[in-house]
């Protein structure tokens, strides 16, 4: 399900930068009618379209979550209360942490037969999967590692990969990324 705090947070940073929506879809190649949906809370915003957005405001994905306090202090989150996407019916996300730009926690769960994107992908970073039940293959520029409860792998985000689940079950895995990623 999506939080609404995506589409508020989407027409905020929209309007800081004074664009209309047909100016923001055609420095997306989105459109419109799709990113007033998404504004509105009607549709969810794929993975892609939330990496589009990202990128054309100069900030990280978790941005278009929630505005991120600064950190002087601890901050508890709690189930329920969190932020979660789920881009393009893949795999869904909760977000861990309170943003602070700096780290991203992610708790990922992907149904069986499911992948976190469609192709394999690449972005700036450093990002450890860690398996909390079911089966994870991560696929990463050609390799495959095959991951039950317990195990992690940490890699290098600049190199494609992405996530699956060859398994029966719904895989859950906790997906830590530095610095969150656009």
């Not at 947070?9 to 055609?26: A, I, P, Q, W």
């Not at 190649?29 to 054309?56: F, M, W």
Request: proline share 6%; with cysteine.
């Amino acid at each position: 399900m999506l939080r609404p705090m995506i589409g508020e947070r989407l027409k905020e940073l929209r309007t800081t930068h004074k664009l209309s929506l047909r100016d923001l879809g055609s420095a997306t190649g989105l459109s419109a009618t799709l990113l007033s949906q998404i504004e509105r809370g009607v549709t969810n915003p794929s993975l892609k379209t939330l990496r589009l957005l990202a990128d054309h405001f100069g900030k990280s994905i978790s941005t278009l979550f929630e505005t991120s306090p600064s950190m002087d202090t601890a901050h508890v989150t709690r189930p329920g209360e969190r932020s979660s996407i789920d881009p393009d019916g893949l795999v869904h996300y909760e977000r861990v942490t309170y943003g602070n730009g700096k780290l991203e926690v992610l708790h990922g769960r992907i149904q069986p037969g499911e992948a976190s994107s469609d192709e394999l992908w690449s972005h700036e970073a450093i990002e450890c999967a860690y398996v909390l039940s079911g089966e994870l293959v991560a696929e990463v520029d050609g390799e495959v590692h095959r991951l039950g409860p317990g195990d992690a792998i940490t890699l290098n985000s600049t190199t494609p990969h992405r996530y699956v689940n060859e398994g029966e079950e719904a895989t859950e895995y906790l997906l830590s990324v530095t610095p969150p990623t656009p």
